[in-house]
């Protein structure tokens, strides 16, 4: 009965989070590109924040305070270049702010492990900051702002773990990668990938921005890519000997837990875009 209970009150928790937060997110999306620029660099920001503090709690020492730094500066330049504020010559402006990076290590004393330290606070940048800024491209990508397209891809991506969080509760028997993440199932795969495709096709008939095809691929990029970068960012945790990266989101763990599966899945969607979509 405690059991039963407790399950219930996570799956009010995780329900009520989640639709609370898709409301914001998806009204600043729609409202304007400024709503868009402030909501993700936010969300930005407190994603790398948490990786850092992870990777701190384990007795490593990265720049937090500069890498997030960083990681402003890289999702800003992005979002101006994309939107044709700014020429793609200002990237080159990122390189010696990168380099400052070894000199500030190289003036901090009795660290054991300077360069373990260096290497995460640019991993930091790499795989939390990069793929957040790369959502700027998605939404630049006919040269103007297409609020339709940043919509799709997040409720293709939330459909995809939907899916496969119920589909894994009622069917789930089958271990998708046992050794990284027991809970993971076959069954939850496959609901995941179902609903997703179901949004897919849905989203094709209010949202013109993108044909039905292409929403299709953006659908299987999503269930492939998301789900490993869910398995990624469990390895990540089975790693640091932790459950969840958070307590921020009730019943959704910390953003990292919330957004894995866009840091991997957005690289691949941008290609697919830059190749089949951009005008």
């Known amino acids: 009965m405690t059991s039963s209970s407790s399950k219930f009150s996570d799956l009010a928790k995780r329900l009520v989070t989640g639709v609370i937060g898709a409301f914001f997110v998806l009204f600043a999306i729609a409202y304007h590109e400024y709503g868009f620029f402030v909501v993700f660099l936010l969300l930005c920001v407190l994603t790398q924040w948490e990786f850092y503090k992870l990777i701190i709690a384990n007795g490593i020492v990265p720049l937090r305070t500069f890498g997030t730094i960083m990681g402003v500066i890289l999702f800003t330049m992005i979002y101006l270049v994309e939107k044709g504020t700014i020429s793609y010559d200002a990237f ?38 990069l793929p957040f800024s790369l959502l700027s491209v998605a ?42 993440s027991p809970k993971k199932s076959w069954e939850g795969s496959v609901g995941g990938a179902i609903l997703s495709l179901a949004f897919a096709v849905g989203l094709s008939y209010y949202f013109k921005d993108l044909a039905l095809w292409h ?23 089975r790693s640091m000997d932790i459950k969840d990266s958070g307590r921020k989101l009730p019943g959704h763990g910390g953003f990292l837990d919330r957004f894995d599966g866009l840091l991997l899945s957005i690289p691949f969607i941008i290609i697919f875009l830059k190749f089949f979509v951009q005008e």
């Open 92 to 129: 080159f402006m990122i390189l010696p702010f990168s380099s400052c990076i070894f000199f500030i290590k190289l003036y901090k004393k009795d660290e054991k492990k300077p360069f373990t330290n260096i290497a995460f606070t640019f991993l930091g940048i790499i795989y939390v900051a």
């Open 139 to 180: 939404a630049f990508i006919l040269d103007e702002y297409s609020y339709q397209i940043i919509i799709g891809i997040f409720l293709i991506l939330w459909a995809s773990d939907t899916g496969a969080y119920f589909a894994g509760i009622q069917f789930g028997r089958r271990k998708l990668f046992e050794r990284v």
């Open 215 to 237: 929403w299709i691929v953006i659908s299987v990029i999503t269930v492939v890519t998301g789900t490993y970068g869910d398995l990624v960012e469990s390895l990540f945790k």
